[in-house]
Nanobody
Framework: VQLQASGGGLVQNGGSLKLSCVASGRTFSTYAMGWSRQAPGKEREFVAHVDWSGSLASYADNVKGRFSISRDNPKNTVYLQMNSLKPEDTAVYYC?????????????????WGQGTKVTVSS
């Protein structure tokens, strides 16, 4: 599986962005998907994940209520809608695929990673 993330950019404090991640292959619907991020000088952290069907999602506490993960299986795409962005959301965002129906908050459980898309939130 190859993953291509896009949609990052520069946005003002309080603004919104929608990230997309397109996966190659015909088995996208059998993978759980997740988003993580890595800020400069910090470790990569879990942001959100969704199961194979899109019906079960989970979020990190620091994005809950502001971010929303979704997927479109026929389009092999997972999204991350980010609202009310804050400067501390500035990071490179990565999508990842887990060869399992259920997702995980443990980044080590993911099998494939995209190249990342940079999000910068100005204050």
């Amino acid at each position: 599986v190859q993953l291509q993330a896009s949609g990052g950019g520069l946005v003002q404090n309080g603004g919104s962005l929608k990230l997309s991640c397109v996966a190659s292959g015909r088995t996208f619907s059998t993978y759980a998907m997740g988003w993580s991020r890595q800020a400069p000088g910090k470790e990569r952290e879990f942001v959100a994940h969704v199961d194979w069907s899109g019906s079960l999602a989970s979020y990190a506490d620091n994005v809950k209520g502001r971010f929303s993960i979704s997927r479109d299986n026929p389009k092999n795409t997972v999204y991350l809608q980010m609202n009310s962005l804050k400067p501390e959301d500035t990071a490179v965002y990565y999508c990842a695929a887990r060869n399992a129906l259920r997702a995980s908050t443990d980044l080590l459980d993911y099998d494939y990673w995209g190249q990342g898309t940079k999000v910068t939130v100005s204050s």
